[in-house]
């Protein structure tokens, strides 16, 4: 089992950037798949990104790519989601998701998830 903490969500203008961490412990990161989701108030989960063990195949939505890049430091047993050119409807609760099996855009495929981190981006 994994215990998965996000942090550096927070509040920021449009067209700024945030880094989001997620740290693991309980298991070496390189056993899972990680991924990327987010939630915003009344509407469902969404995938954002995803990265396979080795760091070599990334996954993102199509509303991210290009703005957005996930990366992980197995030696620090962390993934990471960097946030650029920010805009108001990528507020969100963030979560970050571990997968045993095999990479995929369903939130069902993750076997465990982080609390979330608030991320507000203002016009």
């Known amino acids: 089992q994994v215990q998965l903490v996000e942090s550096g969500g927070g509040l920021v203008q449009a067209g700024g950037s945030l880094r989001l961490s997620c740290a693991a412990s309980g298991r070496t990161l390189i056993t899972y798949i990680m991924g990327w989701f987010r939630q915003a108030p009344g509407k469902e989960r969404e995938f954002v990104a995803a990265?396979?063990?080795?760091?070599?195949?990334?996954n993102y939505a199509g509303s991210v790519k290009g703005r957005f890049t996930i990366s992980r430091d197995n030696a620090k047993n962390t993934v990471y989601l960097q946030m650029n050119d920010l805009k108001p409807e990528d507020t969100a609760v963030y979560y970050c998701?571990?997968?045993?099996?095999?990479?995929?855009?369903?939130?069902?495929?993750?076997?465990?998830w982080g609390q979330g981190s608030q991320v507000t981006v203002s016009p």
């Open positions: 998701a571990a997968d045993r099996d095999k990479m995929t855009m369903a939130a069902a495929g993750y076997d465990y």
């Open positions: 990265i396979s063990r080795n760091g070599g195949i990334m």
